[in-house]
């Protein structure tokens, strides 16, 4: 090794047995320093700000802990090596562009691996007062490609590599790939296309308009959307399929509509058909959990030969489907209850029709 070093550097002192030993010894105290004291400070001040609710930053801090530890490592090497050969490393461009590289190798690695904790887990990053989510997993690994190109890129920069002959290379080939990977490029650009509109995000259950896909999100990436459906199973759905169907996300929902048809006999008269409509438009307006904002409609929509269609329909302010389906319950029972009391006969328009049959 120092005949190396004599080689890079010719100037550069022989070192003495003391020397080394120090030399041990600043490497050996620069690894405690990192590996316990600067650890255990980046924790606490992680801890600072989860205690304050900063909790991106936070998260930041220990992601990019591993990383600046060991670029302060790094600098502590080359710090005791020159101080070991008495010149400075950094006198040498190769060198130089090494540590430079290495530097900038870590602050890329800190940052991916801050994205690929995000992007791993179903969290959001939020701006600070309005909590609106800004980032997606989707936009995260784009990210995260977009940042290796430019690390590439400064690295290269920095050996002086010629990087136009290169990216004309990647070019021809893109254009040649293009014609054997449309279907694939279809998906990926469907891909993009949702992370920048943003249609849903992992954790919404989503529905498409034909009803074939309906489950909750677990995770959107290039090429597909993985969903988890009602009965358990997991689904890849290619992106270009989504973005071609019309898609409800039903986490968006705020109200749930509750809409109940009943088929009263032709045989009841007017007054009393008009009275059990009241009283159970009054039931519905006096249930604690209804929405009062939102049309009440308890009318006879539809006439038959031999019966009315009443149609029942309201709003209850909630996405929790437990709760839509207690009040549904709620009403039900006391439409019977008021139905019983007036005396109202329901009919069964299908067993009408397989008589009539």
């Known amino acids: 090794?120092?005949?190396?070093?004599?080689?890079?550097?010719?100037?550069?002192?022989?070192?003495?047995?003391?020397?080394?030993?120090?030399?041990?010894?600043?490497?050996?105290?620069?690894?405690?320093?990192?590996?316990?004291?600067?650890?255990?400070?980046?924790?606490?001040?992680?801890?600072?700000?989860?205690?304050?609710?900063?909790?991106?930053?936070?998260?930041?801090?220990?992601?990019?802990?591993?990383?600046?530890?060991?670029?302060?490592?790094?600098?502590?090497?080359?710090?005791?090596?020159?101080?070991?050969?008495?010149?400075?490393?950094?006198?040498?461009?190769?060198?130089?562009?090494?540590?430079?590289?290495?530097?900038?190798?870590?602050?890329?690695?800190?940052?991916?691996?801050?994205?690929?904790?995000?992007?791993?887990?179903?969290?959001?990053?939020?701006?600070?007062?309005?909590?609106?989510?800004?980032?997606?997993?989707?936009?995260?690994?784009?990210?995260?490609?977009?940042?290796?190109?430019?690390?590439?890129?400064?690295?290269?920069?920095?050996?002086?590599?010629?990087?136009?002959?290169?990216?004309?290379?990647?070019?021809?080939?893109?254009?040649?790939?293009?014609?054997?990977?449309?279907?694939?490029?279809?998906?990926?650009?469907?891909?993009?296309?949702?992370?920048f509109d943003r249609p849903f995000q992992v954790g919404d259950f989503i529905t498409t308009e034909d009803g074939k896909v309906e489950g909750t999100i677990l995770d959107i990436n290039l090429r597909s959307t993985l969903i988890s459906t009602a009965d358990k199973g997991i689904v890849y759905v290619p992106n270009a399929y989504l973005m071609n169907k019309p898609i409800y996300n039903l986490s968006k929902r705020e109200k749930r509509k509750i809409e109940t048809f009943l088929y009263v006999s032709t045989n009841q008269n007017e007054e009393s058909i008009r009275n059990i409509c009241s009283e159970i438009n009054k039931q519905i307006l006096l249930h604690p959990k209804t929405s009062k904002e939102d049309f009440i409609l308890v009318y006879i929509d539809e006439f038959h030969a031999d019966y009315y269609r009443m149609l029942i329909s309201f709003f209850v302010p909630t996405n929790n489907i437990h709760e839509k389906y207690a009040v549904q319950q709620d009403i039900i029972f006391v439409t019977k209850q008021i139905l019983d009391e007036g005396a109202i006969q329901l009919i069964d328009p299908n067993a009408l029709k397989n008589n009539n049959v």
Do not use: C
């Open 1 to 195: 090794m120092i005949d190396y070093l004599q080689w890079l550097y010719p100037k550069m002192v022989e070192p003495e047995l003391t020397d080394i030993i120090i030399f041990i010894l600043i490497i050996l105290l620069g690894w405690i320093l990192q590996h316990y004291v600067l650890k255990y400070l980046i924790k606490r001040t992680a801890r600072f700000f989860e205690k304050r609710s900063k909790i991106v930053t936070a998260r930041i801090l220990e992601h990019f802990s591993r990383e600046t530890r060991h670029a302060i490592f790094t600098g502590i090497i080359f710090f005791a090596l020159s101080w070991l050969i008495e010149i400075s490393l950094f006198s040498n461009p190769s060198v130089r562009n090494f540590f430079y590289s290495l530097m900038v190798f870590y602050a890329f690695k800190g940052m991916y691996d801050v994205l690929t904790y995000y992007a791993n887990h179903p969290e959001t990053f939020y701006l600070k007062e309005k909590k609106v989510p800004f980032l997606t997993p989707f936009s995260l690994r784009i990210i995260k490609a977009f940042l290796a190109l430019v690390a590439i890129a400064i690295i290269a920069g920095l050996w002086h590599f010629n990087l136009n002959g290169f990216l004309t290379g990647i070019g021809l080939t893109g254009v040649a790939l293009a014609f054997g990977i449309r279907d694939t490029s279809a998906h990926i650009f469907g891909g993009l296309s949702m992370g």
